[in-house]
């Protein structure tokens, strides 16, 4: 392992958000963030360095949040980023994309990926008052200032997180009450979550293997089942198979994560039966190739395992703590058993393995 580079490096650039999404495991109605005054940055020098002492593996880079546009130096940091010849994606509730268009052009990220969950009233339903608007009009004027400037970049990608408020107008949305034109690719998550059950298999398996007592991060996705259970699995179904016939009709690339393959397995993973979808993988590859730095400095190897830092790159440099004992301490965990929190993510889903050629051997 010594001498890898991590393939995969995402930066929390702050934990500051301008809206209250209420699905959200952050600042949504029970989010980890609300509990406490969480609104730090990244400090600006560091991420300089993380990025000047990995380039040279030539990673993908993200931003993430809180939201990223609050952050004020992100547009130095795209620059630095595309100048040393790696790609940077990262994802933004779209509300500062028309007040940051001109800077998001200059700087040129390969993609920026806006939440959208569906028409005016269920978007913003989930989202806040006026915020569809917002978004709409952004990506208008992103997209004008491109044409007239010659401009490819950034390109424009759309998720939708599929919840129980917007589960019947998935389709409806994208081929009625939405200009695909617009954008570039389009991404459909199914909304992550934790049962309480499993939260408390992770906190006891957490102080078990590497004495840390409690997640506060991983509160933020606990859900009951029971507020799944009026989702039309099989409608669901439907509708992704008429969304993936009328994308390819467009040529809009379209992405499902997880990839779950009928109302069977849908049904599972809105029963907490991960284990029995289709796409269920044993182990992940992500402690192997992916690191991520929050906005505290804590350095970890996914975005749903904040709870279990590695070092912190205000005291430690980043690879010293990548090349260290208590990441291959995780790395061995993993490779035994997943944790609880891995079945939610969507990374793990992603199969970064076969993007990058990676092999445990």
């Given at each position: 392992?010594?001498?890898?580079?991590?393939?995969?490096?995402?930066?929390?650039?702050?934990?500051?958000?301008?809206?209250?999404?209420?699905?959200?495991?952050e600042w949504g109605q029970h989010g980890s963030y609300t509990k406490e005054d969480r609104k730090s940055d990244l400090d600006f020098k560091v991420i300089e360095k993380i990025i000047d002492s990995t380039s040279k593996g030539n990673p993908k880079y993200e931003f993430f949040g809180g939201e990223p546009l609050l952050y004020p130096g992100i547009f130095e940091l795209i620059k630095q980023i595309r100048n040393s010849g790696c790609n940077i994606d990262f994802p933004t509730n779209g509300t500062l994309v028309e007040k940051y268009k001109k800077e998001l052009i200059e700087s040129g990220p390969n993609c920026i990926w806006i939440s959208v969950d569906g028409a005016r009233e269920i978007n913003d339903q989930q989202r806040g008052t006026g915020v569809f608007n917002k978004v709409i009009k952004?990506?208008?004027?992103?997209?004008?200032?491109?044409?007239?400037?010659?401009?490819?970049?950034?390109?424009?990608?759309?998720?939708?997180?599929?919840?129980?408020?917007?589960?019947?107008?998935?389709?409806?949305?994208?081929?009625?009450?939405?200009?695909?034109?617009?954008?570039?690719?389009?991404n459909i998550e199914f909304q992550r979550y934790l049962t309480i059950q499993e939260y408390n298999n992770y906190v006891a398996r957490l102080k078990t293997d590497f004495n840390i007592c409690e997640a506060v991060s991983a509160k933020g996705y606990i859900q009951k089942i029971d507020d799944f259970a009026k989702i039309d699995f099989q409608d669901v179904e439907d509708q992704l198979t008429v969304l993936k016939k009328f994308c390819k009709s467009k040529n809009v690339p379209l992405n499902i994560t997880p990839g779950l393959k009928n109302a069977e397995d849908i049904q599972k993973y809105f029963s907490a039966k991960w284990d029995e979808t289709s796409v269920w993988k044993k182990t992940c590859v992500l402690p192997w190739v992916h690191v991520e730095i929050s906005a505290n400095g804590d350095v970890t190897t996914c975005p749903t395992i904040y709870d279990m830092p590695l070092g912190n790159v205000y005291e430690s440099n980043i690879l010293d703590i990548w090349y260290g004992e208590r990441i291959k301490n995780i790395r061995k965990s993993v490779k035994k058993n997943l944790f609880p929190v891995c079945y939610i993510c969507c990374r793990h889903y992603q199969e970064p393995m076969k993007q990058i050629g990676f092999s445990y051997e």
């Open positions: 392992m010594k001498g890898l580079l991590p393939k995969w490096i995402v930066f929390q650039l702050t934990k500051r958000c301008n809206l209250k999404c209420k699905m959200c495991y952004g990506i208008q004027s992103l997209n004008d200032l491109k044409t007239s400037l010659n401009k490819n970049f950034p390109k424009i990608g759309i998720t939708y997180i599929i919840t129980k408020h917007n589960h019947k107008h998935i389709a409806n949305f994208f081929i009625n009450e939405f200009n695909v034109d617009q954008i570039d690719f389009i």
